[in-house]
């Protein structure tokens, strides 16, 4: 990059996270702070094709710390998925005179980040949103610490529940591909078992984990399964094995769904999007792009959007353990 952007766009794509509104505030203010002009971009990419930009100002952003998802709304576009759509956002870009962009979402966003910024060199810098936490390049993703609060918050009065009636439930959480929200927020709220993707505990396995706490003196039980766990087809298809074979067990099974992506963000969200806001604007002024904003031992970090998008979030397996050990 030549010059210093004088124009910052910034959008968010992808589903929507707690701390997207916080990361906005700050792109928006670092970007004034620093004398550029400041364009938020309605609709994720679906914005970039209509030209649906909009001049910001450091109160454009007053009182949106605290909200969920994103004032400047999320959607999926599928028109960015062809060299027309790509073409078209990018003669909206040029004739605004926009020189910059902040992406603010997750591997798909980036994704379709890359592909532009290859196809017209164009200088973008990406924000990790995502509750999932599988991005790589960064411990931590916005809207995670916010969800499994809100999953550990839930699950706390679903074993009121469990407790009353001596019920064995199901909890499935967000995770399609990665277990850490179930890992992390089954450890928090003393679960009896936790499935995740990455760990295939088989039925039989989880048959003998429960008559195990059945015969410790457990009358109830909690079971925290991700989405995406391979134990079976379904958190309904294992509840009902779970049924069969151990009738002194009332199943139940409740899905928490997007309340998972709701709600006000959590301090560390709010502080977490913030430092990289300021960090995405501060990387693009450097003449630095291509590159997704990450915090690794509090650090803000750097990484190629290529490595995040294809490197792999790994579980810690330290916590696969303790959760073992505590389940008992």
């Known amino acids: 990059m030549k010059n210093k952007p004088k124009k910052i766009a910034v959008l968010t794509s992808g589903g929507d996270a707690p701390g997207m509104n ?18 938020a971009i ?53 004739k605004s005179e926009i020189d910059a962009l902040v992406v603010i979402g997750g591997d798909g966003s980036f994704t379709g980040a890359m592909i532009f910024q290859e196809e017209y060199d164009f200088p973008i810098v990406g924000i990790p949103g ?20 809100t999953v550990v918050e839930a699950i706390d009065k679903i074993r009121d529940t469990a407790s009353s009636h001596n019920r064995l439930f199901f909890v499935e959480v967000m995770g399609r591909d990665a277990g850490h929200i179930a890992l992390n927020s089954g450890i928090g709220a003393g679960a009896e078992e936790i499935l995740i993707p990455e760990e295939n505990l088989g039925l039989e396995r989880l048959l003998e984990s429960l008559k195990k706490s059945e015969k410790s003196g457990k009358s ?12 079976g087809k379904n958190v309904f298809e294992i509840a009902s094995y779970v049924e069969k074979n ?18 006000t963000p959590s301090c560390f969200d709010r502080v977490l999007a913030s430092r990289m806001g300021v960090c995405a604007v501060e990387t693009l002024l450097e003449g630095k792009s291509k590159v997704m904003i990450g915090v690794i031992d509090d650090q803000m970090v750097l990484t190629p ?24």
């Open 130 to 149: 995502t509750i999932d936490n599988d991005i790589f390049g960064t411990r931590y993703t916005l809207g995670y610490d916010t969800a499994i609060n």
């Open 42 to 94: 309605q609709q994720g990419y679906q914005g970039l094709i209509d030209n649906d930009f909009k001049l910001m100002n450091a109160r454009s952003v007053n009182n949106i710390i605290n909200k969920g998802g994103t004032i400047i709304k999320s959607a999926r576009c599928l028109e960015f998925r062809t060299p027309e759509g790509r073409k078209l956002a990018y003669e909206n870009l040029k």
């Open 305 to 328: 959007l290529e490595k995040a998008i294809k490197g792999k979030s790994e579980i810690n397996s330290n916590l696969i353990k303790v959760s073992d050990i505590l389940s008992i």
């Open 22 to 39: 916080a990361a906005l505030r700050a792109v928006v203010r670092t970007s004034v702070f620093y004398g550029a002009e400041c364009y």
């Open 246 to 263: 151990l009738p002194y067990y009332e199943v139940r099974v409740s899905v928490l769904g997007h309340m998972q992506r709701g709600g």
């Open 220 to 231: 109830s039980s909690i079971v925290v399964i991700a989405e995406g766990d391979k134990t």
